[in-house]
T-cell receptor
Framework: AQSVAQPEDQVNVAEGNPLTVKCTYS??????LFWYVQYPNRGLQFLLK??????LVKGSYGFEAEFNKSQTSFHLKKPSALVSDSALYFC????????????FGPGTRLSVLP | SAVISQKPSRDICQRGTSLTIQCQVD?????MFWYRQQPGQSLTLIAT?????????ESGFVIDKFPISRPNLTFSTLTVSNMSPEDSSIYLC????????????FGSGTQLSVL
């Protein structure tokens, strides 16, 4: 069965500093990995995905994530945080070999302090 | 990208009543899903809406409580039946586009409060 862990409920970072939101996963087959962001009273917005190829993927709003197969991780990063990045971030995984279901992590609340 | 219209955006309902949530997509999609997001929690898949047939429910969710329809490739409804305060959540419609099932698009959600 698929599972996703986001070990930090909350991440605080000062504006202008780099940020990292952590994600580890478990799947039986090839992992399809995703990051989504949720702003208050909104649905989820897609940020980026890893399906295959280059381990470093770039996405929307200056975010990037690095796929590490040996550590089964897919951490979200941004070189310089903005106050407007403050939101709830979800990592998700789909098992590429089996079905369509996505499994979401518990979410990490990012607060960027001015 | 797929544009999803979900309504109502929010509602306050009385215990024992039912609410039907609509999801309309601007293009044909292969998969439509309904998720629940309880306060402060992650997303939990309720069911996959299948066109022209009964939905596929996840463990812990049943058709009598959450009947789902999907009459065509662009429209689905979720009904929350016989509501109780424990049903207070955000309900999210999600889709995968035809031929590109690699990511999900989400509607803006329905915030339901049951008194």
């Amino acid at each position: 069965a698929q599972s996703v862990a986001q070990p930090e409920d909350q991440v605080n970072v000062a504006e202008g500093n780099p940020l990292t939101v952590k994600c580890t996963y478990s799947v039986s087959g090839n992992p399809y990995l995703f990051w989504y962001v949720q702003y208050p009273n909104r649905g989820l917005q897609f940020l980026l995905k890893y399906i295959t190829g280059d381990n470093l993927v770039k996405g929307s709003y200056g975010f990037e994530a690095e796929f590490n197969k040996s550590q089964t991780s897919f951490h979200l990063k941004k070189p310089s945080a903005l106050v407007s990045d403050s939101a709830l971030y979800f990592c998700a995984v789909r098992d590429g070999g089996y079905g369509q279901n996505f499994v979401f992590g518990p979410g990490t609340r990012l607060s960027v302090l001015p | 990208s797929a544009v999803i219209s979900q309504k109502p955006s929010r509602d306050i309902c009385q215990r024992g009543t039912s609410l039907t949530i609509q999801c309309q997509v601007d293009s044909q999609v292969t998969m439509m899903f309904w998720y629940r997001q309880q306060p402060g929690q992650s997303l939990t898949l309720i069911a996959t809406a299948n066109q022209g047939s009964e939905a596929t429910y996840e463990s812990g969710f049943v058709i009598d409580k959450f009947p789902i329809s999907r009459p065509n490739l662009t429209f689905s409804t979720l009904t929350v039946s016989n509501m109780s305060p424990e049903d207070s959540s955000i309900y999210l419609c999600s889709v995968s586009r035809l031929g590109t099932n690699e990511k999900l698009f989400f509607g803006s959600g329905t915030q339901l409060s049951v008194l």
